[in-house]
């Protein structure tokens, strides 16, 4: 059985960094293709990164880009997305995703 838990979120000034994890369970970590998804109060859910094994390329969201930093650690079966010079719009619940499973969400709240 595909399981994915997040972990990480939290309540962190503008300017500031968190680290958002998920630990994957129930398949071939090293070979898959995972996705970081977030849902803003009120909004639709928003493509953040995706990482592809096949290829070893990670794409990002513009809105993201040079600031979010996703990565794999396959002995640990985690993905990570490293966030700094976070900013308000970025606040959002947080899910990592493969295919068609979705972990829980993460909270995190950008404010000062």
């Known amino acids: 059985e595909v399981q994915l838990e997040e972990s990480g979120g939290g309540l962190v000034q503008p300017g500031g960094s968190l680290r958002l994890s998920c630990a994957a369970s129930?398949?071939?970590?090293?070979?898959?293709?995972m996705t970081w998804v977030r849902q803003a109060p009120g909004k639709g859910l928003e493509w953040v990164s995706s990482?592809?094994?096949?290829?070893?390329?990670?794409y990002y969201a513009d809105s993201v880009k040079g600031r979010f930093t996703m990565s794999t650690d396959n002995a640990k079966n985690t993905l990570y997305l490293q966030m700094n010079s976070l900013k308000s719009e970025d606040t959002a619940v947080y899910y990592c995703?493969?295919?068609?499973?979705w972990g829980q969400g993460t909270q995190v709240t950008v404010s000062s």
């Open positions: 129930g398949f071939t970590f090293s070979s898959s293709a």
């Open positions: 990482f592809y094994s096949s290829t070893g390329n990670t």
């Open positions: 995703k493969k295919g068609a499973y």
